[in-house]
Nanobody, 124 residues
C-alpha cells in the first residue's frame, strides 16, 4: 500500500525557514518522481516543486524559485522541501505526491498518490 506522510509544518514568522519531509513506503521509492503541492484556503491546489527519481532534476514554480529547495534521500525513502525567506502568501497546506513516472510530469494528473498534508502558516 502506497503511503506518503508529510511532516515539518508549523507557524513561522515572515522571513523564516522550515523544512518539510515526505516519508514514503509501500513502493519502490527510487523508481518514481515526487512532487510537492500546496493549497491555500479558497484557492486551487498548485504545484510547488518536483524531483525526478534520481534527484538529478528538479522543477519549481515561479512563486518559490530561489527560496525553496527540493531534495531526496533514496536510502531513507524521504523527500525534503527546504523553505527559506517565507512569506505570508506561502501559508497553505503542503502535500507531497508520487508521480506515475520516474520523471516530473507536466500536469497534476501525472501524480497518482497523495499524502494527507501538513499545515504551514507564515505570520507575525
Amino acid at each position: 500500500q502506497v503511503q506518503l506522510v508529510e511532516s515539518g509544518g508549523g507557524l513561522v514568522q515572515p522571513g523564516g525557514s522550515l523544512r518539510l519531509s515526505c516519508a514514503a513506503s509501500g513502493f519502490t521509492f527510487d523508481a518514481y518522481a515526487i512532487g510537492w503541492f500546496r493549497q491555500a484556503p479558497g484557492k486551487e491546489r498548485e504545484g510547488v516543486s518536483c524531483i525526478n527519481r534520481s534527484g538529478g532534476f528538479s522543477t519549481y514554480s515561479d512563486s518559490v524559485k530561489g527560496r525553496f529547495t527540493i531534495s531526496r534521500d533514496n536510502a531513507k525513502n524521504t523527500v525534503y522541501l527546504q523553505m527559506n525567506s517565507l512569506k505570508p502568501e506561502d501559508t497553505a497546506i503542503y502535500y507531497c505526491a508520487r508521480a506515475r513516472f520516474s520523471y516530473c510530469p507536466d500536469s497534476n494528473s501525472g501524480f497518482g498518490s497523495w499524502g494527507q498534508g501538513t499545515q504551514v502558516t507564515v505570520s507575525s
